[in-house]
């Protein structure tokens, strides 16, 4: 099973709109000043102990080597990256009709998570699963665990 997460607005949050995790030690916080939501470390290392392949999917053009980067300093390893370079040149290159800003079905996602309704709508389009986060929910992590639980009895 292979699951990716959204990073701005998904897993980097305001620290005024979300309960977020401690900020890294110096002097990593000088290099990775995102915030993460409160949750992700614990919510990550579970799926990784379930030997489920982790995944970032983003948007964004920050570069494979500063997401790793940024995860590995709260001791979690990525399986795979698709950021704004790598989704224009895999997914969009040779389309005359504009792809979904996000395809995880191309690179055999079972989940993605998001905080963008336009994804999920894409999803329905396109066939892949999307579960949606959004304002502050103390309850997120369990609800992404149940969707987990649900697509593998789902696979068995």
Known sequence: ???????????????????????????????????????????????????????IYTTSYRSEHYIRGLFRCYGIKLDGIVNGIKHAKEVQVGHIEGMPSKYPSKYRIDLHIDDDRSVAENGKIYGFRVFIVGSQDDD?????????????????
Request: aromatic fraction near 12%; hydrophobic fraction near 40%; charge should be positive.
């Open 1 to 55: 099973m292979r699951i990716s997460f959204d990073l701005d607005d998904t897993l980097f949050v305001s620290e005024e709109k979300f309960k977020t995790e401690q900020a890294l030690k110096f002097p990593f916080c000088l290099l990775y000043k995102e915030r993460l939501r409160l949750g992700t470390i614990k919510l990550m290392k579970y799926i990784r102990e379930q030997g489920i392949e982790l995944w």
């Open 140 to 156: 997120w992590t369990d609800k992404i665990i149940k969707e987990i639980k649900t697509i593998r009895e789902k696979k068995n």
